[in-house]
């Protein structure tokens, strides 16, 4: 393993004002997201939206450190024969790719899931490294509720995540390593807090059980909310703050970055959690955006599978791109998003 390469490639994802486009849904998420805009899911409006959005120039050179991939995408070319992939990689962006297998009922916890894709990962990592990428996602659920999560599910799961981030940094391959604890529920702010504290800590420790290096990996959690349902809704300071002692508390200082996940929060909630959070400021790592709805509900919409939509719906990713840039840097105003409007 070279781990100064890796920590090379992990400081570009985190760069400053820049973030990642997490473009990676699988089949059936991909699915639903179409099914909202009414257009049909095939493997050429899959290639035609994510084409879009990668020949966005704006967004993709001057805020989309990197995109992460869905399978079906990294062998993909576009429409005049150019690889997806370089694509990305000609606007300076780094491509990454989705290596779990999604989530399964894990036994004897009722409502609580696994992630998959542990098995032949070893023999499919040099064969994405080999297509271009330089960095993977594994993405594990953990949700709320009466009685759940169970210390069972927290712990299978990090332990995948940790067996999954070590194969990648010994296949020259820069993990993200992805927890999320859902937005599901009726739990307040607080319980969020707590949930998420133990799942962190429990993922560092199989990490270093696993001998990860922190240095060449990047972490993806949920930021610090009241579950969609709660009655009790949290300002955008308290949301920040929350956040911020969380991660002091659990991410050592050796982690180049973290790059949020959305998890449900409107395209605006997003951005401004993570700009209030950089403007606290005095923070040991980069901390920025990997979001997957926050930044592409909008060009989903403007697009809406029609070809004379494209101009707009390349608008609408770099203008969600650009506030999440500027969100980064701690630079983010709510008048921007109004301009634009
Ligand atoms: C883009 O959504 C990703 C794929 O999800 P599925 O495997 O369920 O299809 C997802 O992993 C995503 O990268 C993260 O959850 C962050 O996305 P959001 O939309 O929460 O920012």
Redesign the pocket.
Known sequence: MNLSELNKIAKAMVAPGKGIL?????S??IKKRFDAIKVESNEDNRRDYRELLFRSKDAMQKRISGV?LYDETIWQKAKDGTPLVKLIEQAGSIPGI?VDE?TKPLPNCPGELITYGLDGLPTRLPKYYEQGARFA?W?AVIDIGAGIPSYAAIATNAHALARYAALCQVNQIVPIV?P?VLMDGDHDIDRCVEVTEFVLKETFQQLYYQKVALEGMVL?PNMAVPGKKSAKKASVQEVAEKTVKLLKECVPAAVPGIAF????QSDEEATAHLDAMNKIGNLPWGLTF?????LQAAPQKAWSGKNENVAAAQRAFSHRAEMNGLAALGQWKSDLEKKAA
């Not at 997490?22 to 699988?26: H, K, P, V």
């Not at 996940?261 to 449900?264: A, D, V």
Request: net charge positive.
């Open positions: 997490a473009a990676d849904e699988s059936g998420t992460i989705k999604g996602k993405r992805e999320e993806k996940l959305s998890g449900g990997s979001y997957g709805r926050a």
